[in-house]
């Protein structure tokens, strides 16, 4: 099981540490690599995974995590995305506990400190995994790897490929994925903890400890269950030190037939046999609590499987493993997203990036040769443990099993990066042992990659703080993803600059014609600018390419009973009402086409459902107290009113609206109550000064009036009305001065 001294070790250029030191090292440079990313915002995904997650809350039922996705849909729902991450949801809502709300520092400082304990954990596996397992009398794993397992952890902890797990919240997945990966796979070594090398027994106690924190992985993300490929290969190679090679010349050649007995006395059968039984339980567990079936993604979400012929599909596939492959070996262009034509289809053979594939061919045959036919038996194990760690956890992310639904994700290269990291310790370590004239050089080119790797770490954390750096650092990157434009245009939107938006959202929609988001944001902006024609256009476009887009057909009706078009304003709001059962927001809105065309019972029946859809809809409650004020049915408004209080009691708009009904029905007191409680939340409101103006007038406190009347026209001097009932009250004190004794 142990690799007596790996010889090409200590040419590696870098001290020799204790244990505790090592790790200690990595994970300092951990830190010092995602540190500033600590204070950042919520970004990009986190806005639904995180913000707009109700399984975050106190309020919500904790159960709840357990039957619904990641993204806090019913798992059961056709529109679910099935990632089923319970245990990654349970640590956001501890960190919503622990902060008492969605405060994003918290959130991050997790991350970053999750990343730092894999980084230094990273070590041990990397220990076994090139030099062997072997324990001392107390049970500590011995490493025979000291440097090279150092150098590939340093590696590991500064990849820039890690800024998205680390920086984004969302990454934790990723990040708790990998720890339970890890500790599965160093529990499963703890099965063969029986003193002498040569003592065939195992504990099969540890081999279902391992199982269970596999299991505990894939409830952190699907990737978790790969670690048993992983415990597989090493329990082949370097438990029962089987020669691949070997192997396969004996079956083909059926020369020196396979020793069974041999393989049965390891116990090597019945450990497969176990993961085997504890994989497929997984799997069929995952499966049942789908529910549904697979989830069902689009062409825009993953091209290449979309392609018209098989050829094209498998070379579009391979050319993503080479955009994969060059991420791990040149990290500087990273995107938050590769889809939406970032990364155009190769549809010929005589495409130039047909190169790009025989190049990732040639590199992995080349390594394959090397770990199966060379006669060092070091560089064999290290090697093939080496490309099993790279490729065995990106499988699911391949599109071999199933559609997955993106092109490129740099979070799904987390674990792949170990494999790559220790085949990149391995290759200086052989060139340190090959040339060792060009140490020195070698040296410092090592040195050089770390501060590098460290200072692209900084730069892309940074860009991770806030939405509108992220957003922005992708247009260099993927000038052709329509995405990348939408969310900047978005981005711009939100912080009000919307004629920058608009040019970001026409943009989005050359590149992609049919994007019917980015159609419906800019529908959206070019209404609140009065461009209604082109709105009309664009919305209309928007519900034809996707007749179910809800929120299209709302603001399609928005847009049409500005323009007076009221039939067709209403049939698009009831579309939109029939696509989306639950939506108080259009009721809002259909209730103000009906109060435009004084049909006040629809009106109030409609805003009577947005209210019972979303009891605290402001705006449907404060409309429904206005119109009976205005048909005069003062008393059911008073009723509305009140009613609206109890589930808002300091929604100051609904205040000012009952206190103007209490007013007309002259119980002046109340009425008083509710404008100065209205006045104390929002003290500025210059039509809450003006009508307790009003009242005092009508109640006889002049001075009172007085006052208020000034405050309102202090606050807004063109104020409709004001002006002249302070006038009339003026004249009124003038007289009574005049004609008092």
């Not at 209309?540 to 809800?550: E, L, M």
Request: proline content about 4%.
């Amino acid at each position: 099981m142990a690799l007596s001294g790996v010889y090409w070790d200590h040419q590696i250029p870098l001290p020799k540490l204790a244990p505790v030191q090592a790790k200690v090292t990595v994970a300092l440079v951990a830190l010092l690599c995602f540190m500033n990313s600590y204070d950042g915002e919520f970004v990009f995904d986190d806005s639904e995974a995180i913000v707009n997650n109700k399984d975050l809350k106190p309020t919500t039922p904790l159960n709840n995590i357990w039957s619904n996705d990641f993204w806090g849909s019913n798992l059961s729902s056709n529109s679910s995305h099935k990632s089923y991450r319970p245990l990654t949801v349970l640590t956001f809502r501890l960190n919503y506990l622990l902060a008492g709300g969605l405060h994003p520092v918290g959130f991050h400082v997790l991350n970053i400190i999750l990343h730092a304990v894999i980084s230094a954990l990273m070590i041990d596996v990397f220990a076994i995994l090139i030099g062997g397992l072997t324990y001392d009398e107390e049970g500590r794993i011995l490493n025979h790897a000291p440097k090279t397992s150092l150098l590939a952890a340093l590696f590991f902890a500064a990849h820039p490929i890690h800024t998205e797990s680390v920086a984004g919240i969302v990454g934790r997945a990723d990040l708790l994925c990998a720890l339970f990966f890890q500790l599965s796979f160093l529990t499963y070594c703890k099965a063969f903890n029986r003193g002498s090398d040569r003592d065939d027994r195992f504990s099969v106690q540890w081999v279902v400890v391992s199982l269970l924190l596999c299991a505990a992985a894939m409830l952190c993300k699907e990737q978790g269950i790969t670690v048993l490929g992983v415990n597989a290969a090493f329990d082949v190679l370097l438990i029962c030190n089987v020669n691949v090679y070997e192997l396969s010349q004996r079956l083909l050649l059926r020369k020196n037939p396979l020793d069974v007995n041999e393989i049965l006395r390891t116990g090597l059968l019945t450990r497969l046999a176990l993961m085997g039984l504890g994989g497929l339980s997984m799997l069929y567990a995952r499966w049942r609590i789908m529910g549904t079936g697979p989830p069902a993604f689009t062409e825009v979400d993953n091209p290449a499987s979309f392609a018209e012929n098989i050829f094209l599909r498998i070379v579009n596939y391979n050319y993503y493993y080479s955009l994969n492959a060059w991420l791990l070996l040149c990290p500087w262009w990273l995107c938050f997203d590769w889809s939406m034509g970032c990364v155009p289809l190769i549809k010929s053979a005589t495409d130039w990036r047909m190169v790009w594939l025989l190049l990732l061919w040639c590199i992995l045959i080349g390594l394959i040769s090397q770990a199966l036919c060379s006669q060092d038996s070091q560089r064999r194990r290290t090697l093939t443990l080496g490309l099993v760690l790279l490729v065995v956890p990106f499988l699911p992310a391949c599109n071999i099993f199933f559609r997955v639904g993106f092109v490129i994700a740099e979070r799904v290269l987390y674990l792949s990066s170990a494999g790559y990291c220790l085949l990149l310790a391995y290759s200086l370590g052989h060139c340190c042992c090959r040339w060792s004239k060009c140490r020195k050089l070698l040296c410092v080119m090592t040195l050089a990659l770390l501060c590098v790797y460290v200072a692209r770490c900084a730069l892309r954390s940074h860009q991770w703080r806030s939405e509108q750096s992220l957003f922005t650092s992708a247009l260099s990157v993927c000038p052709l993803n329509a995405k990348v434009h939408y969310n900047v245009g978005k981005n711009l939107a939100d912080r009000g600059n919307t004629t920058a938006a608009i040019g970001y959202y026409r943009e989005a929609v050359r590149l992609h014609p049919t994007y019917v988001h980015a159609m419906n944001n800019l529908g959206n902006i070019l209404k609140e600018r009065n461009e209604l024609i082109e709105a009309e256009q664009l919305l209309s476009k928007a519900v034809s390419i996707q007749p179910d887009f809800a929120a299209a057909w709302m603001n399609l009706g928005i847009v049409q009973n500005s323009l007076q078009k009221f039939e067709e304003a209403e049939q698009s709001y009831w579309n939109a009402i029939r696509f989306r059962k639950k939506y108080p927001d259009c009721y809002y809105n259909l209730g103000r086409l009906y109060a435009d065309q004084n049909r006040h019972v629809d009106a109030l029946n409609a805003w009577r459902n947005a209210t019972m859809l979303k009891p605290d809809h402001s705006l449907a409650w404060n409309n429904m107290v206005i119109l009976l004020d205005n048909t005069g049915n003062l008393g059911q408004a008073e009723l509305i009113g009140r009613e609206a209080l109890r589930l808002l009691p300091n929604d100051h708009t609904i205040m000012f609206s009952l206190a103007n009904v209490l007013g007309k029905l002259q119980k002046y007191k109340e009425s008083e109550g509710f404008f100065l409680h209205a006045l104390r939340i929002n003290p500025n409101a210059a039509s809450c000064h003006g009508n307790l103006a009003v009242l005092y007038h009508r109640w006889g406190k002049l001075e009172l009036a007085k006052k208020h009347y000034e405050l309102s026209l202090k606050l807004d001097p063109e104020a409709p009305g004001t002006r002249d009932n302070y006038n009339m009250l003026r004249r009124k004190l003038d007289q009574l001065k005049h004609h008092a004794p």
